[in-house]
């Protein structure tokens, strides 16, 4: 498996339902696509408006299987997003056989501009799936506890 | 739900005896209403937690459970370590040591009034609350590594507390066999700068008042009067607490498979009591139950320091501080024979009742307060533990009202704006950084509290004692 995708240039992907916390369901060419349009619904728990790609931040990741993967993916955007108190807009995933280089581009939070609704506090295995359908569109998804 | 599948005991006793994987059975503690509003997946997730190895009595849920990740939310499972017992990651939540904690003020409505908008706009200013908040405290490596083996006793004797309330606080404040080294440094490096925040979703801190008496014996003696206001903090261990559940979990997926645990969902992830892995796992779950209580102690601090700047004559004390997401060691008599468990709690309420010896003097005769958080409007409640809850559920009971609709399905139907509106119109102050935010906990988001706590009392886990309504919410 060696998949790469640039930052798509519109959104695919949603919000499902859970009765405490929050789906997230990304869609792609690709696998690592469907992560990529993952993490921008998991900015979208937090808030609707614009995040400007100011900094750049890079992270890796590795998990012995794809949707392992997918979750070590979105704890690390997490951690950098708690850590640097930041909200990133544009994502950039490279997958290579078990491992994930990510390139997350965002500013610091704005309370004023962002209006942050919820904190993400870590991306769970419930309703965990990362596969292809028979056309071979991959979606990711897992619930996210806020 | 439907009921059907379950053989109901009594009103509100629902039992599911053991088939296929499940070691024993699961019950659930709701009336038919509360049953009914259950997702299907509450009953299967208390159908799993009942096939995990060496679980003792049964998997319980308490009348709030809702959906979850692995246990439901609202779910009780003890396991004893001499039988194969587990410890489980996914059992304990993400929001380790998330809890509530209550102090009487000595104030009462009519005082607040005058002052209620300026001390609103107080406590919003000085509180952090929500993403982006930032605290005053930036902890380094030693002060962190002190605050995770001491908890509230740390806070305290940083100047952040009071000494008083260490008899108050579960554990007195201070969670033994804390393991610091064993917390990561990137669990670490996550709350450097988050003591004394509040986070976000359905943490708050709010200034009630007494709505309500049901038992005015015990009411006396927790400190509680018609009209009389107090100070709830509901909260945990932020970002430390959120980063050890998540690497736990990775790490229990794997432990629990070379074990030959058959896990029916991989959120349940869990590794034998005495493993490496298990006994690592506890002692940094109990760092980040320090984590929590220094927290809750530290806001509470906060809080003492901007009613004195009001009510300079008026000192804050605490009523009681309890968790709801934690994993304890406690003694317990099951089939007539005294053993310790371990009794994970997620999103349920420890509630010790009358006698038990871990409660401070003055509460000891009528039992544990057990604090339900409700939600902006319709109010919360505070309840005794019964002597009855030890054979029924481990001595638990609820937390909250617990969500009866998603985030997503809140936010379509309701304005955070209109919502702050309609309560301020209610008398009920509203300060938060999100109207999306105040959308998804929009009162009408959650169960009906009064029946949850009924259903409690009912099923002999705790009793009520109090209505609270609230006058200002501060929510993150």
Known sequence: MNQTAASASKARWKHFPHDADVGLRGFGATAAEAFEQAAQALTAVVTQTQVEPKVQVEVTCE???????????????????????????????????????????????????HAPACEPKGATYTALKVAADDKGHWSAACIVDV | ????????????????????????????????????????????????VATLPGIVQASYAMPDAHWGYGFPIGGVAAFDPDRGGVVSAGGVGFDISCGVRTMLTGLKVADILPMQRSLADSLFRQIPAGVGSKGSITLDAIDMDAMLAGGARWAIERGW??????????????????????????????????????????????????????????????????????????????GLGHQIGTEFLKEMVVVAEASGITLPDRELACAPINSEVGQRYLGAMRAAINCALANREILGHYARRIFAHFFPNHELRLLFDVSHNTCKVEPHVVAGKRRDLFVHRKGATRAFGPGHTSLPEALRPVGQPVLIGGRMGPGSYILVGEPTGEQKAFSS???????????????????????????????????????????????????????????????????RVARLRPLICIKG
Not at chain 2, 27 to 32: F, G, N, Q, R, V
Not at chain 2, 212 to 223: H, K, P, Y
Request: proline share 3%.
């Open chain 2, 161 to 238: 507390g009071d000494t008083r309330d260490l008899e108050r606080v579960e554990e007195q404040g201070q969670m033994a066999g804390a393991r610091p080294e064993h917390v990561s440094e990137r669990a670490k490096e996550r709350q450097r700068r988050e003591m004394g925040t509040l986070g976000s979703g359905n943490h708050y801190l709010e200034v009630q008042a007494v709505a309500e008496l049901f038992d005015t014996e015990v009411a006396e003696v927790f400190g509680l009067a018609l009209d009389d206001v107090v100070v709830t903090i509901h909260c945990g261990s932020r």
């Open chain 1, 63 to 113: 998990a012995p299987d794809l949707e392992l993967l997918f979750v070590e993916w979105l704890n690390a955007v997490i951690y950098e997003m708690a850590v640097r108190g930041m909200l990133f807009g544009r994502f950039a995933v490279r997958i290579e056989g078990t491992r994930l280089a990510g390139t997350l581009w965002g500013e610091p939070v704005d309370v004023g501009r």
């Open chain 2, 397 to 463: 009971a609820c937390h909250g009202a617990g969500r009866a609709m998603s985030r997503h399905a809140a936010l379509k139907q309701w304005s955070g704006r209109k919502i702050v509106d309609d309560l301020a119109a209610q008398g009920i102050l509203i300060r938060s950084p999100s109207t999306r935010g105040v959308a998804e906990e929009a009162p009408g988001a959650y169960k009906d509290v009064g029946a949850v706590v009924a259903a409690a009392e009912h099923a002999g886990l705790a009793r």
């Open chain 2, 1 to 48: 739900m439907d009921p059907a599948r379950f053989t109901r005991v009594d009103e509100t006793t629902w039992r599911l005896e053991p088939s296929g994987a499940m070691r024993v059975p699961a019950i659930i503690y709701a009336d038919e209403a509360l049953i009914r509003a259950m997702d299907d997946k509450v009953g299967e997730q208390a159908i799993n």
